[in-house]
C-alpha cells in the first residue's frame, strides 16, 4: 500500500486526458497529473516520484522532491497564513501546513522555522510542526560512537556553543572550543562524534577526530622542537599547565601525544615527553 510522504518508482499503466496513472501493485495505481508527466513517457516506464496528496486531499505523485521529506526537520519560509494555521515552502505546488496547534510560537510570514514534518495520523496529511523537542528520540538509547560522522542542523545557540540535532532523531552540542566557522540557525552540515558522555549526552565536532588530532599533535611538536625537543609535561601534569603551553585541554594533550608516541615520534618519559631522533 502506497503511503504518503513516500518516494517510490512507479511504472506507468495508462494514460488519461489529465495525466498518467502508475501503477503500485496489486491493483493499487496513483495519479500523476499531466504537468509532471516527461515528454516521451510510455506505458511501461518507470518514473521516480513523491506521494502526498493534492488540494482536494486526493493522493497524487509528482516528480518533483521536497525540500525535506516526512520523519525530517528542515528550516522552511513561511508563505501564507490563514484560519487553519502557517503554509511553507517545501519546494512542492502544495504548501506545507503548520496547525495552530503545533506552533512553537505563532509564525509570521517571510520568516524561516525549524520544523519536523510528519504523517498527521487524525487526519491523514503531511503537517509539519515546530514543537521540535516531542520528536527527538533523547529519552531513548542511541548506537553513536566517538569519531562517527552524522549530519547536523543546527538549531539554536547556548551558553556553551550551539546545539544541533543529529540525523533527524538526538540532541548534540557543537562546543565553542570546537568552532571556527560562522554557523546559522537552520544550517545542515556534516559532524562527527566528538564524545558520548556517561549519561548519553553527545558531544560534537565539525572535524573528523583524526584531523584534530592530527592539529594538535602539530602544535606539540612545533613547541617540542623549540625547547630542543623535550617538554616537562606529561598525563600527570595540570590542565592548566597543559593549557598554558598548548592551547588545548588535558584531554586533547594526552590523545594527542598518544598519537604521536604510536607513530614514533615522541617518547613518553616519566618527567616529561621528549621528541625522537629523526632518521
Not at 495525466?19 to 503500485?24: C, E, F, I, N, R
Not at 503531511?126 to 523537542?133: E, G, L, N, Q, R
Not at 609535561?233 to 599547565?241: G, L, Q, T
Request: proline fraction near 5%; aromatic fraction near 8%.
Amino acid at each position: 500500500m502506497l503511503q504518503l510522504g513516500k518516494v517510490y518508482t512507479l511504472q506507468v499503466v495508462e494514460f488519461a486526458d489529465f495525466g498518467v496513472y502508475l501503477g503500485a501493485g496489486e491493483g493499487e495505481r496513483v495519479l500523476l497529473p499531466r504537468r509532471h508527466v516527461p515528454a516521451g513517457a510510455a506505458i511501461g516506464d518507470d518514473l521516480r516520484v513523491f506521494v502526498y496528496l493534492d488540494s482536494e486531499d486526493r493522493p497524487v505523485a509528482t516528480t518533483k522532491m521536497p525540500n525535506a521529506m516526512v520523519g525530517q526537520f528542515a528550516y522552511l519560509p513561511v508563505v501564507d497564513r490563514n484560519a487553519v494555521g502557517a503554509f511553507l515552502d517545501w519546494g512542492l505546488e502544495k504548501d506545507l501546513l503548520v496547525p495552530f496547534m503545533e506552533q512553537h510560537r505563532p509564525m509570521e510570514e517571510e520568516r524561516s522555522y525549524l520544523v519536523y514534518i510528519y504523517v498527521d495520523k487524525v487526519h491523514g496529511r503531511i503537517v509539519a510542526s515546530s514543537k521540535i523537542d516531542k520528536f527527538l528520540d533523547d529519552d531513548k538509547p542511541h548506537r553513536f560512537n566517538a569519531g562517527q560522522a552524522v549530519d547536523l542542523i543546527i538549531a539554536n545557540s547556548t551558553d556553551l556553543g550551539f546545539k544541533a540535532i543529529i540525523n533527524h532523531r538526538h540532541w548534540g552540542v557543537l562546543h565553542s572550543a570546537d568552532v571556527s566557522q560562522r554557523l546559522s540557525f537552520g544550517q545542515s552540515i556534516r559532524g562527527y562524534i566528538k564524545h558520548v558522555r556517561p549519561d548519553g549526552r553527545i558531544d560534537l565536532s565539525l572535524r573528523p577526530a583524526v584531523e584534530v588530532l592530527d592539529e594538535q599533535g602539530a602544535v606539540i611538536v612545533a613547541y617540542l622542537e623549540k625547547q630542543d625537543g623535550f617538554a616537562p609535561v606529561h598525563d600527570k601534569s595540570s590542565p592548566e599547565e597543559i593549557a598554558r603551553l598548548f592551547h588545548i585541554s588535558k584531554a586533547a594533550f594526552k590523545k594527542a601525544i598518544g598519537r604521536l608516541y604510536k607513530q614514533g615520534v615522541i617518547e613518553i618519559r616519566p618527567d616529561g615527553i621528549q621528541l625522537c631522533a629523526r632518521t
